[in-house]
């Protein structure tokens, strides 16, 4: 069916001039159609997402403090606890995760829907 076959590509997009990090961004009311503008469009949004973030260091530092300081108290994470945490995931681990993704849910930026992440682990 050449319809389901058009719905596995991105035939359109929404175009804006900028994507500001925890900024609503202003998209044009002309949507981009053109299969050699997509892309570029598309990679303003994945520059946005991926490009170095500013750390405010004052924030940083008082986190660390805070941390440090619950470590000390006891109330911070145990060693077990850490140890697990900084314990490479497993395999079993993942197929466990991608086994009980919800379905009927929209795809990500990837258009893989999660039922054939749940269904991955069955096939392998």
């Known amino acids: 069916n050449k319809d389901k076959a058009k719905q ?26 053109q299969p050699k503008e997509i892309p570029e469009e598309l990679a303003k949004y994945y520059r946005m997402l991926f490009r170095e973030k500013v750390t405010q260091r004052t924030e940083a530092r008082r986190l660390l403090s805070r941390m440090t300081e619950e470590r000390k108290s006891g109330k911070g994470l145990s060693r077990a606890s850490r140890e697990e945490m900084d314990a490479p995931i497993s395999e079993d681990e993942i197929y466990s995760v991608m086994e009980t993704l919800p379905v009927g849910k929209q795809a990500g930026p990837d258009r893989i829907p999660n039922i054939v992440f749940r269904m991955l682990p069955k096939l392998l």
């Open 8 to 33: 596995q590509w991105i035939n359109e997009v929404k175009r804006t001039d900028s994507w500001e990090e925890g900024v609503e961004p202003d998209f044009s009311p002309q949507n981009v159609t």
